[in-house]
């Protein structure tokens, strides 16, 4: 058998909706499973012997991990992975990948875009134009806030929050951050704690990955610190937002206004955010264009490829990146 028939026989595991170019070039190397879900209880006996790489958008559990004992790697499409338990798969010797890099400009431009649509409110101007309020009214009313002497801090300062403040440097904006630990180089302010990155600016914006370090790390205290005229932008994880504190703080004026692609139950969005007048609201589009989400499909496949040819896998997340491959 070549090495080509060999890579055919490979059973993926592609569980619910996925991307198509994916699927495609999955169908071409390998041999497709499919659930309806990523559910443990959906595994089927044949899976259980076949199925040695899961290509998925996140959501894969320690229970479904352990439904497949001759699993080797999961592909996660996109650059968070915190759905996925990388921990348990590293200590069942399971190599866990994800998309970095391909996304990072594409996430950053939509913050940019959703950052000025939240201060000088775009889309309600272009909805005055579009339902005829113009003709009828006038002019569309000034906008209150404007992005001209606005400090911003960013919050998480990995791939897509450096390339968000390399933007915001055109803009003539000063930039400050906090990690979790200091980037060693950079000429931006650090601030060790984010209530002190919040104390310190108007306009905080989270790249902040998701799980259970940064659980509502926005939260009612975060927000007061802010200040009256401040701006949130969050195209991160709605995770880090208690959003039933961020719907009050956006009530009661202790912030002036919101701008959010993600949110903590997707689709769900909660009422009291889409009834607020002063936020600008996103479906999650941060990396939702073609070609991006082509490069990102295109990079998953390609982790599975190399793990299946050469032993090794181009992206390997920080929890499973010392693991080798099975002789």
């Given at each position: ?59 894969i559990n320690a229970a479904l991990i352990d439904a497949l004992p ?138 902040a990955p998701g799980g259970a370090s940064t659980e509502k790390a ?51 969005v909660p009422p009291a955010l889409l009834a607020a007048p002063n ?49």
């Amino acid at each position: 058998m070549t090495k080509a028939e060999q890579q055919q026989a490979v059973a993926i595991l592609v569980p619910g909706q996925f991307n198509d170019h994916a699927v495609g070039r999955i169908d071409r190397t390998f041999s497709r499973a499919w659930i309806e879900r990523p559910d443990a209880s959906l595994v089927t006996d044949e899976m259980r012997r076949t199925v040695r790489g899961v290509a998925a958008f996140g959501g894969i559990n320690a229970a479904l991990i352990d439904a497949l004992p001759n699993l080797e790697i999961i592909a996660n499409f996109g650059v968070g992975y915190d759905s996925v338990d990388a921990r348990h798969a590293a200590q069942r010797g399971v190599m866990v990948t994800n998309t970095p890099d391909v996304l990072t400009e594409e996430v950053a431009d939509t913050a940019i875009g959703l950052l000025i649509n939240t201060v000088r409110e775009l889309p309600r101007a272009e909805t005055w134009l579009r339902d005829g309020s113009w003709a009828r009214n006038g002019n569309y009313p000034l906008s209150r806030l404007t992005l001209r002497g606005r400090r911003v801090g960013i919050f998480g300062m990995g791939r897509i929050g450096l390339a968000i403040a390399r933007r915001l440097e055109a803009f003539g904006l000063p930039i400050a951050y906090h990690n979790r630990r200091q980037v060693e180089g950079l000429p931006y302010e650090y601030h060790g704690t984010l209530k002190g990155l919040a104390e310190a600016v108007d306009t905080l914006i989270s790249v902040a990955p998701g799980g259970a370090s940064t659980e509502k790390a926005v939260n009612a205290e975060i927000l007061s610190a802010l200040g009256p005229n401040g701006v949130f932008v969050n195209i991160g994880r709605g995770s880090t937002v208690d959003e039933a504190a961020l719907a009050a703080a956006l009530a009661g004026d202790t912030i002036a206004a919101a701008g959010l692609d993600v949110f903590a139950d997707e689709p769900n969005v909660p009422p009291a955010l889409l009834a607020a007048p002063n936020t600008s609201l996103l479906p999650h589009v941060g990396s939702a264009s073609e070609h991006t989400r082509r490069a990102m499909a295109d990079l998953c496949v390609d982790n599975l490829i190399s793990w299946f040819s050469k032993g090794r896998a181009l992206t390997p997340v920080p929890e499973t990146e010392k693991l080798k491959a099975r002789s």
